[in-house]
Nanobody
Framework: QVQLVESGGGLVQAGGSLRLSCAAS????????MGWFRQAPGKEREFVAG????????AYADSVEGRFTISRDDAKNTVYLQMASLKPEDTAIYYC????????????????WGQGTQVTVSS
């Protein structure tokens, strides 16, 4: 069974940094693009960042471009999101997921979501 376990969230002051981790199991993560999504209070879930199967291509939402960095370690079946210069509007529950390609991931209606990890940025 597919499992996606997010961790690393917490409370941080504006301007601070956090590193999120997503441990994947139940599928061969190295054959898929991986990505991060978030859902802020009162908003729909949105795409944040993606990385292709080789790790050579990355994509980011405009709102996080230049501040967040996605990476992956296929030996650990893990994808990371390094977040810097955090803003209160980054406050959300962060989720990871996968698809064949980054474009597929952004438009797919994913059948499974993990519990997510809460990121709270105070001003």
């Amino acid at each position: 069974q597919v499992q996606l376990v997010e961790s690393g969230g917490g409370l941080v002051q504006a301007g601070g940094s956090l590193r999120l981790s997503c441990a994947a199991s139940g599928f061969t993560s190295s054959t898929y693009a991986m990505g991060w999504f978030r859902q802020a209070p009162g908003k729909e879930r949105e795409f944040v960042a993606g990385i292709n199967r080789s790790g050579l291509l990355r994509a980011y939402a405009d709102s996080v471009e230049g501040r967040f960095t996605i990476s992956r370690d296929d030996a650990k079946n893990t994808v990371y999101l390094q977040m810097a210069s955090l803003k209160p509007e980054d406050t959300a529950i962060y989720y990871c997921n996968y698809a064949l390609t980054i474009p597929d991931m952004t438009r797919a209606e994913h059948a499974y979501w993990g519990q997510g990890t809460q990121v709270t940025v105070s001003s």
